[in-house]
């Protein structure tokens, strides 16, 4: 295992990186999801000098508006270690290296932000859920050039892992970016 920001990274790892979400991801792993894991914390996992797990934590900024019953709302700016990249090669899979990537990932997480946060594939949802994650149960926006548009079709995959307490009932609100806004 190794774990290294991303202006360390060989470019040769960097390409077998890349090579093994393409795998991962049956094609469906594109140039502006590969951009969203760039720039953070590379966590990778190895058998000999063979790449058999990636994954990645990078900064985002989330915007959480708590809606108490009888309160003022309130709306806090949380910068989140959001985690992106996440494969295992296919004959590793169901081994732990998935979990093995996940911990490297999550001691990160909670060594350096407010939150961890990430959006599961239908696949993913128990293993992170397994390890802590929480569902986000509030309504999720994103914040766009235009204004605040609503992403409901994200309620459900959202997870988070909160290194300081959170109502996760709210609103939350993740910053513009080319792509998938989560």
């Known amino acids: 295992m190794s774990v290294i920001h991303t202006w360390q990274v060989p470019a040769s790892t960097l390409a077998a990186a890349r090579e093994l979400l393409d795998e991962a991801f049956d094609g469906d792993f594109g140039d502006e999801d590969w951009e969203h894991g760039l720039g ?4 990778f996992a190895w058998d000999g000098d063979e ?12 915007l959480h508006v708590r809606r108490a019953a009888g309160a003022p709302h309130t709306t806090r700016a949380l ?4 985690v992106e990249g996440v494969a295992v090669r296919a004959d590793r899979r169901r081994q732990g290296v998935g979990g093995i990537v996940m911990g490297a990932l999550e001691d990160v997480v909670r060594g350096a932000y407010t939150l961890g946060a990430l959006s599961a594939s239908q ?3 128990e293993f992170y859920a397994a390890r ?5 149960r509030g309504r999720t926006f994103t914040m766009t050039p235009t204004g605040v548009e609503r ?3 994200e309620d459900d995959g959202i997870f988070v892992l909160p290194v300081v307490p959170l ?15 989560w």
């Not at 953070?40 to 966590?43: C, I, K, L, S």
């Not at 910068?79 to 959001?82: F, L, T, V, W």
């Not at 996760?168 to 998938?180: H, I, K, P, S, V």
């Open 79 to 82: 910068r989140a270690g959001y």
């Open 132 to 136: 802590g994650w929480q569902r986000w």
């Open 123 to 125: 696949d993913a949802l």
């Open 40 to 43: 953070g914390v590379h966590a």
């Open 51 to 62: 790449l058999i797990g990636h994954g990645a934590v990078v900064q985002r900024r989330l």
């Open 167 to 181: 109502d996760l009932t709210g609103d939350l609100a993740c910053d513009w970016r080319d792509g998938d806004a």
């Open 151 to 153: 992403t409901e079709e």
